[in-house]
T-cell receptor, first 113, second 113 residues
Framework: GESVGLHLPTLSVQEGDNSIINCAYSNSASDYFIWYKQESGKGPQFIIDIRSNMDKRQGQRVTVLLNKTVKHLSLQIAATQPGDSAVYFCAEVLPGANSKLTFGKGITLSVRP | DGGITQSPKYLFRKEGQNVTLSCEQNLNHDAMYWYRQDPGQGLRLIYYSQIVNDFQKGDIAEGYSVSREKKESFPLTVTSAQKNPTAFYLC????????????FGPGTRLTVT
């Protein structure tokens, strides 16, 4: 079936290093992708999004890369800080799904001081 | 301040009782959503509404009911028919077209014993 998934359940990085969080999606017709950050006990917060007609999009300290050939999405966080520790979710919008998002299971990012 | 609010933050109920979770937004968003999140899991869509007086089932609608009488409000009722109601419930809202970014509330943690 169609799904959005993440390769690793946890990621531990040293403060100051760059982090790369990966996401695989199975539906090649998906045309919009979004990354959310969720801190413990809180609602998810928008980080960055990208449409399928783009390969890369940059925000403040974050970059999202989209590789449609292998159906892969990644979130890069530069100079990771303790405040980046959270669970990260990727989500996709399927064509015809209106505004519905399909979420992956999430990956925990732990930043070591 | 514009935003999306959920109340209460924590809710305790006895098995067999219905309970209603509140969700209000003042972002002038057309669409609203309810998700369920279990520990260490992603978000699963319960119900969504793209316009007042209309709503659709999501992936796990059984045992839940909603109403959308006002644009700003989208309450969720967890009925006694829901077999495992203990979870973290998240409400979100978005524009129905143009941008797919969903804004999330702080969540309600429901415990049923």
């Amino acid at each position: 079936g169609e799904s959005v998934g993440l390769h690793l359940p946890t990621l531990s990085v040293q403060e100051g290093d760059n982090s790369i969080i990966n996401c695989a999606y199975s539906n090649s017709a998906s045309d919009y992708f979004i990354w959310y950050k969720q801190e413990s006990g809180k609602g998810p917060q928008f980080i960055i999004d990208i449409r399928s007609n783009m390969d890369k999009r940059q925000g403040q300290r974050v970059t999202v890369l989209l590789n449609k050939t292998v159906k892969h999405l990644s979130l890069q966080i530069a100079a990771t800080q303790p405040g980046d520790s959270a669970v990260y979710f990727c989500a996709e919008v399927l064509p015809g799904a209106n505004s519905k998002l399909t979420f992956g299971k999430g990956i925990t990012l732990s930043v070591r001081p | 301040d514009g935003g999306i609010t959920q109340s209460p933050k924590y809710l305790f109920r006895k098995e067999g009782q219905n309970v209603t979770l509140s969700c209000e937004q003042n972002l002038n968003h057309d669409a609203m959503y309810w998700y369920r999140q279990d520990p260490g899991q992603g978000l699963r869509l319960i119900y969504y509404s793209q316009i007042v007086n209309d709503f659709q089932k999501g992936d796990i609608a059984e045992g839940y009911s909603v109403s959308r009488e006002k644009k700003e409000s989208f309450p969720l009722t967890v009925t006694s028919a829901q077999k495992n109601p203990t979870a973290f419930y998240l409400c979100a809202s978005s524009f129905a077209s143009g941008s797919y970014e969903q804004y999330f509330g702080p969540g309600t943690r429901l415990t049923v014993t």
